[in-house]
């Protein structure tokens, strides 16, 4: 078991990147700063996704946090709908009673232009969410999201600040890149993916409208029919905007490296309940956001005894001391080919090694609870060894565990 760690909080202090919203202030932020400081109308934006019923069910927790009581909408294509309206009805009146504006719609016929093709294929699922979208379209709408199921937005008032550079009447294609530049190259090419969040203006989606026919029955899978549909019907082609903070987050094995480097701006994450790629419990790590607020999610706290408490993720503690480890830099802690660094630099810069588990005690974040006075109950476990995947550690057995408390 390791040592106990003694947090000394006279000596507690931020480390840099403690602004993950992207503002560039030099003032370490440690108040809250609620959504409510943005100047900002959700009801501006309507997002669209495509999922089965049983995956909708299952991320309600997490949408509950990012969307519930922001007036922005969200219209779903139900991909399972055929059979199961009662079902739809259900959950659906119990997103509105959480507080999110919901409308659950039929997997879109309109996925089978003049009968050539049924909706079969998750490219054409995915792809029919632009129908949906024009079907809950309202006058106040004025950016357009596709998302994935498992698609989190820590501060929607961010993103939405974010979008607020660009003017809405005009055809724009937005989004993030993914992080591993080989995915690019030899698998889905220069677009944005669907996971980080695409948002697109009003005329692109009526351009996409006009040629949803011809666009659906594209051979391409998800993301890349809509790239695909851009380039092919605007002249000139409306070309990707990459917005920074978009995050889509395609690590293979364990995440911890980037989520402890401080990453920022912070828009979205993605990915964060995958067998393919990490797992970690981002309902409960996001739930200290109650007490104080959105920017302190995921922000450092360096203690005098080496360490470092990534808040709502992790806390580390490093014998050997962590001046000489370059903190700003990712720890490679994910799957990575160390003779290819072109495969994550162009993204995350030069990563850092890996260290041995005798070089980095770590307690993950499994649970979180709020308490009925307000305050946040955060779990932090120590489990044995260094397994890279997820899937893996959580094997372990449990050797160690750290409560923090969180009050308002």
């Known amino acids: 078991m390791p040592e106990l760690v003694t947090f000394d909080t006279e000596t507690c202090s931020t480390l840099e990147n403690s602004d993950p919203w992207g503002h560039g202030e030099d003032e370490i932020i440690v108040d809250s ?3 409510t400081a943005y100047n900002v109308d959700h009801s501006t934006l309507l997002l669209g996704v495509s999922t089965s019923l049983e995956r909708l069910e299952n991320a309600m927790p997490q949408l509950t946090q990012w969307l519930s009581g922001t ?3 969200l219209v779903v294509n139900v991909a399972d709908s055929d059979g199961n309206d009662g079902n739809m009805s259900i959950i659906q009146d119990k997103m509105m009673s959480l507080g999110i504006e919901v409308t659950l ?4 016929d309109d996925a089978q232009p003049n009968g050539r093709r049924k909706p079969d294929r998750h490219g054409q699922r995915h792809f029919s969410i632009v129908k949906q979208l024009q079907r809950q379209r309202g006058p106040h709408h004025k950016w357009f999201g596709i998302i994935d199921d498992d698609t989190f937005f820590p501060s929607l008032s961010a993103v939405i600040t974010a979008l607020q550079k660009y003017d809405p009447e005009q055809p724009h294609y937005i989004g993030g890149l993914s992080e591993d530049l080989n995915t690019m190259k030899m698998e889905f090419g220069y677009m ?16 996409l409208l006009e040629h949803f026919d011809e666009c659906v029955n594209l051979e391409n899978e998800g993301d890349m029919i809509y790239r695909e549909c851009v380039y092919r019907y605007t002249y000139p082609p ?7 903070g978009l995050h889509q987050l395609d690590f293979r094995g364990d995440a911890s490296g980037w989520y402890e480097a401080g990453p920022h701006p912070l828009l979205s994450l993605h990915h964060w309940n995958s067998k393919w790629f990490y797992l970690y419990p981002i309902h409960y790590g996001y739930l200290v956001s109650k007490t104080c607020g959105e920017p302190c999610f995921l922000q450092r706290y360096r203690f005098a005894d080496d360490a470092i408490l990534t808040n709502g993720y992790s806390v580390a503690q490093y014998p050997g001391g962590v001046d000489h480890l370059e903190l700003e830099r990712v720890e490679a802690t994910f799957m990575h080919d160390a003779k290819d660094p072109d495969q994550w630099e162009f993204s995350l810069g030069r990563l850092r090694p890996r260290l041995k588990a005798s070089e980095k005690i770590s307690w993950r974040l499994e649970y979180a609870v709020e308490e009925q006075d307000g305050r946040i109950r955060q779990f932090y476990i120590y489990r044995a060894g260094n397994a890279v995947f997820d899937s893996e550690r959580l094997k372990q057995n449990v050797t160690g565990v750290l409560e923090l408390e969180w009050i308002k």
Not at 105 to 108: C, E, R, W
Not at 192 to 207: C, N, Q, W
Request: no cysteine; hydrophobic share 50%.
């Open 238 to 244: 409306v070309q990707l905007t990459v917005l920074p």
């Open 71 to 73: 007036n922005a909408s």
């Open 192 to 207: 944005a993916y669907g996971g980080a969040g695409i948002f697109i203006s009003g005329p692109l989606l009526d351009t």
């Open 33 to 35: 700063f609620p959504a």
């Open 105 to 108: 719609l039929p997997n879109a």
